[in-house]
């Protein structure tokens, strides 16, 4: 008989529970079993390359910051964006899971012939993964935003497996049928 090592959940010793968004961490759940099996976990991603994410995600650039005010938490169309994700080895600057889409923001660095051969790479093993690459100038964005947006959005609504709808706030007000005069 294997005995298994039970760590007690953080009520059960008289500790209070986290605040939301706080949890403690470490991949172990409140009753101390691991979260996923490490042996078989397909989406580990390196210590280096999260780290590398975090600080792009802290230190982006103004026309980052811009594209990400009008992505994020739903606002363009009701789509869902995340910022700085490792895809591979590389670090995506906005990705739209449910669309299947990596947006990348491209600084002048981009724009030399050997920029424009490694973004080349990069996409090629992006669009591997099955995901469509959208690329912007940072120019673009800084003069043109509606124009970047617009082609963001139609590029959402043609991948997209169902029309992204914003969620409801609260319940419907059931509206009662008139009542038949006798």
């Not at 101390?32 to 390196?46: L, R």
């Not at 947006?103 to 973004?119: K, T, V």
């Not at 669009?127 to 509606?146: D, I, P, Q, W, Y």
């Amino acid at each position: 008989m294997t005995m298994v090592a039970f760590t007690p959940s953080a009520q059960a010793v008289g500790h209070p529970l986290p605040l939301a968004g706080e949890g403690w961490g470490g991949g172990v759940s409140t009753k101390g079993m691991p979260m996923v099996d490490p042996e078989h976990s397909n989406w580990k991603v390196s210590d280096q390359l999260r780290t590398n994410a975090r600080a792009l995600r802290r230190d982006s650039t103004d026309a980052e910051r811009i594209v990400w005010s009008e992505l994020r938490g739903n606002r363009l169309n009701g789509a869902s964006f995340r910022r700085q994700v490792p895809i591979e080895r590389y670090i995506a600057d906005f990705v739209c899971h449910a669309a299947k889409l990596v947006i990348e923001l491209d600084g002048g660095q981009h724009f030399s012939d050997e920029g424009e051969r490694a973004d080349a790479r990069r996409s090629a093993i992006i669009e591997a993964k099955g995901f469509k690459v959208l690329r912007f100038s940072n120019h673009a964005v800084m003069t043109n935003r509606a124009g970047v947006l617009e082609a963001i959005a139609a590029a959402v609504a043609e991948r997209a497996p169902t029309p992204t709808l914003p969620r409801k706030r609260g319940r419907e007000q059931i509206v009662p049928a008139e009542k038949k005069q006798p």
